[in-house]
């Protein structure tokens, strides 16, 4: 046989064929997870959140609640007063997100006004994972050097976050709300940077992606802020049923704010189709990280073991990595 006389040495390498050019494996294509995993994941998440424990009960407003969360969602934006209102900031922020000829030193200058925001930017620059560790004692004092630290995309999202989180915590959160708004903007934050992490396997914009990851889930702050209003129970249901009906309804508020807000199609496109096995690419990557970002906090909180198979369930080696990314952002 031919292979046992190329292993036993009868033919001499200038006999030999060239060896055939092996093709570079193509990068994996990040894929929306199970719908029935992610499902539970959203119940165990909402659950968390929620309070709820077994002895909670049963809330016999489930349904009335559901009827709520609908009939808001058919409301005029602008009459929807649970809703946030879009930051000043954002008017620049977006204008600078559809010219690329925009630089970061153009954006920087038009931030300079709002000094809380770059007391948030010099903040970002000076973190360790910006910058070798034997620069830790020559700290950036200026915009213009943490500009050119953190680029014009590291900029833009992190002027978005930074702006949008006052807007969040000034709502006047009830009971439930109290509890879940600081808790859900954490989540908002890991799941914009597990989408833009991401976005590179399916070409997407990693700032479109970073943006589509922290809006994915306004609405459902804006749903807990109604379920504080509507719901006269001493816990909010927990029944699997309604975590769904709540989380499609907080869907489309997410769409309506991000459209209202002025987003691009393809941010206010992903949310919508998050999780659709047919939707577009960047959807699939806002529906991973949404699950990732749940999961990671449902770890970090000790309800799961970092290894436990319910948490790796489907999980390739870019969404492990993305995984582990999302507890080193804490440190």
Not at 15 to 22: E, L
Not at 180 to 196: G, V
Not at 289 to 302: F, H, Q, T, Y
Request: include cysteine.
């Amino acid at each position: 046989m031919k292979w046992l006389k190329n292993l036993l040495g009868g033919d001499s390498e200038e006999s030999k064929p060239a060896p055939a050019p092996v093709a570079a494996p193509a990068p994996a294509r990040t894929r929306a997870p199970d719908p029935a995993h992610a499902g539970m994941v959203d119940v165990l998440f909402y659950r968390w959140l929620a309070g709820i424990t077994p002895n909670s009960g049963p809330s016999g407003d489930e349904k009335i609640l559901v009827v709520d969360l609908a009939y808001m969602t058919q409301q005029p934006l602008d009459e929807i007063t649970l809703a946030p209102s879009r930051p000043a900031v954002f008017t620049p922020l977006l204008r600078s997100m559809r010219d690329s000829s925009v630089s970061g030193a153009d954006l920087a200058r038009q931030l300079a006004q709002d000094k809380e925001l770059i007391t948030e930017v010099l903040r970002e620059a000076n973190r360790p994972c910006h910058h070798p560790h034997y620069h830790a004692n020559d700290p950036v004092t200026t915009v213009e050097r943490a500009t050119m630290l953190l680029g014009v995309n590291g900029l833009r999202m992190l002027v978005g976050r930074a702006s949008l989180l006052p807007v969040i915590m000034s709502m006047h959160p009830g009971p439930f709300s109290q509890l879940s708004t600081p808790l859900l903007w954490r989540q908002c934050e890991k799941c914009a940077l597990a989408a833009s992490v991401l976005a590179p396997s399916v070409r997407a914009n990693p700032v479109e992606a970073y943006f589509a990851g922290l809006l994915h889930n306004m609405g459902l702050i804006v749903a807990f802020r109604l379920l504080d209003q509507a719901n006269t129970e001493a816990s909010l249901p927990q029944s699997e049923q309604f975590v769904s009906a709540l989380h499609a309804h907080a869907r489309v508020l997410s769409v309506r704010i991000a459209e209202a807000w002025g987003f691009p199609d393809t941010v206010t496109s992903a949310i919508r189709e998050a999780g659709d096995p047919d939707g577009a690419p960047l959807s699939q990557v806002v529906a991973l990280a949404d699950m990732l970002s749940r999961l990671r906090m449902l770890v970090d909180s000790a309800h799961f073991e970092e290894d436990d198979p319910f948490v790796l369930e489907g999980l390739d080696a870019a969404g492990l990595a993305c995984f582990e990314e999302l507890h080193n952002e804490d440190e």
